[in-house]
């Protein structure tokens, strides 16, 4: 069984602050993708990371992933109240067609 | 990226019944999933759902429990059978999003949050 570990599971901080979460496996990912979630919402796709060492930014969101491809980074600058929601890194498994595993996820709130 | 309308949004039912829960998408699809997720936690897959072909489950769901349907390309549906409180949970759909041949991620429905009392 190939799994994610999320951290933290929740971060409480200050407008203004800088955060990183991260997702750590000891398995090989084919791509991994970062979503955030809002409550009564489905999680929506913020980034996919295909390339080993691969670094993608996104205004104040940088991913990046590991180069052996079984870890991933997010970073926010300068959170905003607007960030505040659940964040959930996921894998896509190598040789498991459309399946996902998803970390525990990380519970981001950003205070005014 | 196509867009994925899922019915209900939420629901109150009795243990013992019911509830068939519905994805209708804006596009053809090849393949569609099913996740169940406690409210601000983890997802995790119940089945993946194929057109014209019975739907395949992952360790620990059944099809008596969790029958799904997949008559077209654009819509499915999953039904929760004979419901207990530990049923109680966020159920999603979800779709590929590809561009060309590469996968760029995943769509997903809004979520029925269903509570068994």
């Known amino acids: 069984t190939q799994l994610l570990e999320q951290s933290p599971q929740f971060l409480s901080i200050q407008e203004g602050e800088n955060l990183t979460v991260y997702c750590n496996s000891s398995?090989?990912?084919?791509?991994l993708q970062w979503y955030r979630q809002e409550p009564g919402e489905g999680p929506v796709l913020l980034v996919t990371v295909v390339t080993g060492g691969e670094v993608k930014k996104l205004k104040r969101l940088t991913f990046q992933f590991g180069d052996a491809r079984k870890d991933s980074s997010l970073h926010i600058t300068a959170a905003q109240t607007g960030d505040t929601g659940l964040y959930l890194c996921?894998?896509?498994?190598?040789?498991?067609?459309?399946?996902?595993?998803f970390g525990q996820g990380t519970i981001l709130t950003v205070h005014p | 990226s196509a867009v994925i309308s899922q019915k209900p949004s939420r629901d109150i039912c009795q243990r013992g019944t019911s509830l068939t829960i519905q994805c209708q998408v804006d596009?053809?699809?090849?393949?569609m999933f099913w996740y169940r997720q406690q409210p601000g936690q983890s997802l995790t897959l119940i089945a993946t759902a194929n057109q014209g072909s019975e739907a395949t489950y992952e360790s620990g769901f059944v099809i008596d429990k969790f029958p799904i349907s997949r008559p077209n390309l654009t819509f499915s549906t999953l039904t929760v059978s004979n419901m207990s409180p530990e049923d109680s949970s966020i159920y999603l759909c979800s779709v590929e999003v590809r561009s060309a041949t590469l996968l760029d991620g995943y769509t997903f429905g809004s979520g029925t949050r269903l509570t068994v009392v």
């Open positions: 996921a894998g896509a498994r190598l040789g498991g067609y459309g399946k996902l595993t």
């Open positions: 398995s090989v990912f084919s791509s």
């Open positions: 596009s053809q699809v090849t393949m």
